[in-house]
């Protein structure tokens, strides 16, 4: 028969991580009477190593309370959060880096610009459809004017030769001085 071993760690981050022990349970705390954990059991609540908890405690991220002697303790509860609160910062989404917060920030700035500029857009495309259509009409007025003075030029010519018609001779040169320009 052959011994079964267990299967070596495949990843780095397997293989640094550490067997942890049970987490001391609040309620076999209360039947032994304790109504605090040592700096070792916060520690391995929170996972960390009690030296860490103690710099939790010395940053004021854990408040500690202290026998006679000098030793730490520390009301579950208050742990309890703090491991809440650390499971929170874990989270991806939660986590934002100094950078990350940076260029959130700027891609915000950068929506808002977009969005400025996508208006600046959209009225200068009214702005041009109206002016455009402004000229299309006045260049349609001016078109309907050009042809009712191209009619009332002919008018005239035609009038001019009727009246050269009916006109005698002499009487023309005095007609042609009535209309001569000056």
Do not use: C
């Amino acid at each position: 028969m052959g011994t079964s071993r267990s299967p070596k760690p495949s990843t780095p981050a397997q293989r640094r991580r550490k067997e942890v022990p049970a987490l001391p349970d609040e309620l076999e705390l209360r039947e032994r009477g304790a109504n605090t954990w040592t700096a070792s059991q916060a520690a391995i609540v929170l996972q960390l190593t009690d030296r860490r908890v103690r710099q939790l405690v010395s940053e004021g991220k854990l408040s500690e309370r202290r026998d006679p002697q000098g030793a730490l303790y520390f009301v579950p509860r208050e742990v309890n959060e703090l491991r809440s609160a650390r499971k929170l910062a874990r989270r991806p989404d939660a986590r934002v880096s100094k950078a990350n917060a940076s260029a959130l920030g700027e891609v915000e700035v950068l929506r808002k610009e977009l969005g400025e500029l996508g208006r600046v857009v959209e009225l200068r495309a009214v702005t041009s459809g109206r002016i455009e259509e402004d000229l299309r009409r006045e260049l349609a007025q001016r078109d309907t004017q050009l042809d009712h003075l191209g009619r009332r030029v002919a008018q005239l010519e035609e009038a001019a030769k009727l009246a050269e018609l009916v006109v005698p001779e002499p009487e023309r040169g005095r007609v042609r001085a009535l209309f001569a320009r000056r």
